[in-house]
């Protein structure tokens, strides 16, 4: 994850999810920024490592504000903007490496 310039990180960059997993993350007010998927990925115990596609370079699970490499498929959110209005997109702008639903 991304938070957008001006809009304060969330509780974490970046986590593993097994299939059929959950997560719950929780935005302040007027928050934006990007979430994307990455794949083929080798952490060890201790968070280290890199995936084939969608990396951040940080070479941690956390991103710890760096973006994602292309090709990544890119979820964008804007919270409680434009009169308390949510906003969202699906971007290809950095290519396709996920689908989102």
Known sequence: MLSGSGTPPLETT???LAPGQLRSLYAPQGWSG???GRSGCTFDASGKG???TGDCGSG???CRGAGASPPA???EFTLD???GKDFY???LVDG???PFV
């Open 60 to 62: 941690e699970v956390e």
């Open 81 to 83: 903007d434009d009169g």
């Open 34 to 36: 990007r979430f994307w």
């Open 89 to 91: 997109d699906v971007s």
């Open 73 to 75: 498929t890119l979820v």
């Open 96 to 98: 396709y490496n996920l």
């Open 14 to 16: 970046g986590f593993a």
């Open 50 to 52: 890199s995936c084939a």
